[in-house]
């Protein structure tokens, strides 16, 4: 962005369903400039705040957090390694089904009944469920779920039967209208010739035989529910000959899953470039109307499986920063749901609650600013200058209040650089009131003190590596929250 000498920064910005326009606004030199148009509206403000797994309960639980933050969906995969779930009787097919050769129309050879509480406790979360059909990874040298099943006709009726008991009450279920059903998980993640395949145990080709039959048998037992998969774990190759198989093979799809870990955000980033080849790849494939859904994400510096570097980032504020940055700069892309990985406890993967006492921590509060946004419903038109660091959301409700999430973060490592003025105007309105919440090294979600300019701009402070909440005359703004910092 060029700074020209009258310190007038000229910007155009292209939001998510709207034309380029030109955009030009005072900044002073050195300053963030975040312009709201509340007039321009842009389409709904997408569940980039959902998550996998659910809340537990308990004094040391999440619940009362889990339910504030107002997650949209909860993926349940994985959720047989938490015994606050239901540990290993919990979700998996081979666990519900536990004997692939009984009868699978007969409710006495079913086991629901922790996955009946565990979801439970995601419904009374106010969350809806993503059910994933299949099996958690499995790291051991025996594996028991992830083999492929003897016969895939029938493993597809086991699965009808508990979308059954979930959504019309067989076996003494429920009525929940759970809509999302995913089959299996990560197929792609260990090469055909493997010695040691953790998610698939069999081939590709096995693979794509095996969706293929279920996926058509659930769609036309269940039309109006939207079945999906693969969940892909990270090969672009795999992928993309698995879409155009299943549009060969005439399979429907009402989703793609994919995952993606990354630290990177920018305009070659790893996260925007897979989202744009898999929309590129269904597009050409004839799966105009599918979703694109990055079920599995998260923060992370690098790749790596040292728990004494992974785990503290994703829990640190700077992961906050980036998992804020994430969820704008997705808004505004070609992706139509993310789920943060992983709320569950216990793992090195929980960015958002602590190991003990279920406390927030700094990217808790990402997820929890999108859900101030997503309550009020429209994302308008939001121009960021001044800065290639800084990223910017902005959401209006019915009665004209407006919500803006603003972060920055650099993959490089912003947070070597000084701290920055955020100039926030929105368009045709100068502003009188605000509350503002912060993210960054020293504040967790803190409220603090704003300026209101003489030309009616709202003036704050923001770190590198950091994000803020902003409320403008908001009817339900919320009061700041009595979380303390655990490091």
């Known amino acids: 962005m060029m700074i020209?000498?009258?310190?007038?920064?000229?910007?155009?910005?292209?939001?998510?369903?709207?034309?380029?326009?030109?955009?030009?606004?005072?900044?002073?030199?050195?300053?963030?400039?975040?312009?709201?148009?509340?007039?321009?509206?842009?389409?709904?403000?997408?569940?980039?705040?959902?998550?996998?797994?659910?809340?537990?309960?308990?004094?040391?639980?999440s619940f009362r957090w889990f339910k504030g933050a107002r997650i949209p969906f909860a993926r349940t995969h994985d959720a047989n390694f938490s015994d606050a779930y239901g540990g290993p009787h919990?979700?998996?097919?081979?666990?519900?089904?536990?004997?692939?050769?009984?009868?699978?129309?007969?409710?006495?050879?079913?086991?629901?009944?922790?996955?009946?509480?565990?979801?439970?406790?995601?419904?009374?979360?106010?969350?809806?469920?993503?059910?994933?059909?299949g099996a958690s990874i499995e790291h051991q040298a025996r594996k028991y779920g992830t083999r492929p099943p003897k016969d895939f006709a029938k493993w597809a009726r086991i699965c009808e039967r508990i979308i059954r008991h979930y959504n019309e009450g067989w076996a003494d279920g429920f009525r929940w209208d759970i809509r999302y059903w995913e089959i299996w998980n990560e197929a792609d993640l260990d090469a055909d010739d493997a010695a040691d395949k953790r998610c698939w145990g069999g081939t590709e080709a096995e693979y794509f035989d095996f969706h293929e039959i279920a996926a058509k048998h659930l769609k036309a037992s269940f039309p109006h529910l939207k079945i999906g998969g693969p969940a892909l774990a990270y090969r672009e190759d795999w992928g993309r000959r698995f879409i155009r198989e299943?549009?060969?093979?005439?399979?429907?799809?009402?989703?793609?899953?994919?995952?993606?870990?990354?630290?990177?955000?920018?305009?070659?980033?790893?996260?925007?470039?897979?989202?744009?080849?898999?929309?590129?790849?269904?597009?050409?494939?004839?799966?105009?109307?599918?979703?694109?859904?990055?079920?599995?994400?998260?923060?992370?510096?690098?790749?790596?499986?040292?728990?004494?570097?992974?785990?503290?980032?994703?829990?640190s504020p700077r992961g906050a920063a980036l998992v804020a940055a994430i969820m704008s700069a997705m808004q505004d892309d070609r992706v139509d749901m993310l789920m943060y990985y992983d709320a569950s406890p216990g793992t090195v993967y929980n960015g958002l609650f602590s190991l003990y006492g279920g406390q927030p921590r700094a990217p808790y509060f990402a997820l929890?600013?999108?859900?101030?946004?997503?309550?009020?419903?429209?994302?308008?038109?939001?121009?960021?200058?001044?800065s290639s660091d800084a990223y910017a959301t902005a959401a209006k409700g019915a009665k004209g209040d407006l919500a803006l999430l603003v972060a920055r973060y650099d993959e490089n490592g912003n947070w070597h650089r000084t701290e920055k003025d955020v100039r926030v105007s929105v368009k045709g309105r100068p502003l009188r009131t605000a509350r503002v919440h912060v993210v960054d090294d020293d504040l967790l979600y803190?409220?603090?003190?704003?300026?209101?300019?003489?030309?009616?701009?709202?003036?704050?402070?923001?770190?590198?590596?950091a994000f803020a909440c902003v409320e403008i005359e908001s009817g339900d703004a919320c009061p700041p929250l009595d979380a303390k910092r655990e490091d």
């Not at 790849?281 to 570097?309: C, F, K, M, V």
Request: glycine share 8%; proline share 6%.
């Open 446 to 465: 803190t409220e603090v003190p704003c300026e209101v300019d003489a030309d009616g701009s709202l003036v704050l402070r923001l770190a590198p590596a």
């Open 4 to 61: 020209l000498s009258s310190l007038l920064f000229a910007a155009t910005v292209s939001a998510q369903g709207t034309n380029p326009a030109a955009v030009s606004f005072d900044v002073p030199a050195g300053a963030i400039g975040v312009s709201v148009d509340a007039a321009a509206e842009v389409g709904p403000i997408k569940p980039m705040n959902a998550v996998n797994n659910g809340p537990t309960r308990g004094a040391d639980g």
């Open 368 to 386: 929890f600013a999108w859900g101030r946004l997503a309550a009020l419903g429209t994302q308008v038109r939001t121009t960021v200058v001044g």
């Open 90 to 133: 919990t979700v998996d097919v081979h666990v519900v089904f536990p004997n692939f050769d009984a009868d699978e129309t007969d409710p006495a050879n079913y086991d629901f009944v922790c996955t009946d509480r565990y979801l439970g406790e995601i419904r009374a979360a106010g969350s809806e469920i993503f059910y994933r059909l």
């Open 246 to 315: 299943m549009a060969r093979r005439r399979v429907p799809m009402d989703f793609f899953s994919w995952h993606c870990y990354t630290s990177k955000i920018g305009q070659t980033s790893d996260i925007r470039t897979r989202a744009r080849w898999v929309r590129e790849a269904l597009d050409e494939a004839g799966y105009r109307q599918t979703e694109s859904i990055l079920d599995e994400w998260n923060a992370t510096p690098h790749w790596t499986n040292d728990r004494r570097e992974l785990g503290p980032f994703m829990g």
